[in-house]
Structures are given as C-alpha cells and as structure tokens.
T-cell receptor, first 113, second 112 residues
Framework: ETGVTQSPTHLIKTRGQQVTLRCSSQ?????VSWYQQALGQGPQFIFQ???????GRGNFPPRFSGLQFPNYSSELNVNALELDDSALYLC????????????FGNGTRLTVT | DQQVKQNSPSLSVQEGRISILNCDYT??????FLWYKKYPAEGPTFLIS?????DKNEDGRFTVFLNKSAKHLSLHIVPSQPGDSAVYFC???????????FGKGTHLIIQP
C-alpha cells in the first residue's frame, strides 16, 4: 500500500511569485486535504477536495487554490506569495467518512524570501 | 482564538513510566478527537481517536480519556519507550467546521 507522497520536499520562492505543490493520495482514498504548519504551530486547515470539488475551506484567502484529479492526486497553488506563507505544507488523504483518520505526507517546506 | 490548546510545549518522562499529555478545547460543538504523533522531517501519524459519546478509548499502550464537562482530553502512554519521543498533536472536529483543528503540540522526550 503506497502512502501519501508530496513533491517537492523543499522549495524557495521570492515574494510575489506563484507556487504549485503536488500530492499523491494513498491508494483507496478519495478525499484529500491540505494543511499549513508554521514554525511552532499546529497544522492549520486550508481546504479539502472530494470527487474533484472543494467541499471545505479554512480561513485562507482566495490566492490559495487547489485541484483534485480523477486519480485523486492533488495540487495546492499559492499566488502572490507573501513572507508569511513560509511554512510546511502538509497533504493528507482519507476515505472520506467523517471519522476517517487523515494520512499525512511528509510535507513540502516552502521558504519565501 | 485557539480552540484546541496544549499548554505544555514539552514533557520529559523516564523510560518505563507513564506519559500523560493534556489537551483542552473551547468549542463545545467538537464531537470527535484525535491524537497524532510527529517525528522530525515526517508528516503527522494517526495514533488514536475518541468520539464524544465515549469517555475512554484504548489501543495497546495508548489510552485517550475524554472529560466533556471539563472540555479536556488526555493521552496516556504506558509504559513509555524511547521511540515515543516525538511531538504529539491533539486535534478535534465537529459542529460543521471543515477540517481538523489542531493544538500547537507537546514535545515528549523519553529519557533512558
């Protein structure tokens, strides 16, 4: 059983640029969600996708957007990068039921300079 | 406004003893709670969960207790082992909120 994989592992971008992070879900999982973890904080929910539609969103501005593909892989796009966007971005997949535990990837460390 | 609070940033426990990690929440609509464990350079790993209709759930060395009236839950690890050294996150969901709400984590250090 393949787990959740994320790419790239590390990324450095300049303020104002755009970035795309990628995630492959664990096999058998149809729901993917993204979290942002700033230094010293717990993960914060960005949004969730089910059947290629966003079906839940946290308190993040519209410049954070995403996609889920038919094979359940996913992308997180961030436009107009700000210094505060520097964080670990975690992708998680699950079977979609309310109490189905999330399975996380190892994350992408984004640094905005 | 932190809805899930882990007030101990770190905890040091001797190997073989009991580790108790605490978590408080403020949102009474939360109805499902989870604990995750995170090693450096890895994503969080699911440990154990509990529904609000229960007050205890056990899985091997890990037990989670829920006190709804106090809005408090705790994770007990017994006996503690060196491999348990990690950051532990408490998380909650419910009340129509989307996604999990996490605490800031507690760094557990198991000393030999």
């Amino acid at each position: 059983e393949t787990g959740v994989t994320q790419s790239p592992t590390h990324l450095i971008k300049t303020r104002g640029q755009q970035v795309t992070l990628r995630c492959s879900s664990q096999s058998g999982h149809n729901t993917v969600s993204w979290y942002q973890q700033a230094l010293g904080q717990g993960p914060q929910f960005i949004f969730q996708y089910y059947r290629e539609e966003e079906n839940g969103r946290g308190n993040f501005p519209p410049r954070f957007s995403g996609l889920q593909f038919p094979n359940y892989s996913s992308e997180l796009n961030v436009n107009a990068l700000e210094l505060d966007d520097s964080a670990l971005y975690l992708c998680a997949s699950s079977k979609g039921s309310y109490n189905s535990p999330l399975h996380f990837g190892n994350g992408t460390r984004l640094t905005v300079t | 406004d932190q809805q899930v609070k882990q007030n101990s940033p770190s905890l040091s426990v001797q190997e073989g003893r009991i580790s108790i990690l605490n978590c408080d929440y403020t949102n009474s609509m939360f109805d499902y709670f989870l604990w995750y464990k995170k090693y450096p350079a890895e994503g969080p790993t699911f440990l154990i969960s509990i529904s609000s209709i229960k007050d205890k759930n056990e899985d091997g060395r890990f037990t989670v207790f829920l006190n709804k009236s106090a809005k408090h839950l705790s994770l007990h690890i017994v006996p503690s082992q060196p491999g348990d050294s990690a950051v532990y996150f408490c998380a909650a969901i419910g009340g129509g909120a989307d996604g999990l709400t996490f605490g800031k984590g507690t760094h557990l250090i198991i000393q030999p």
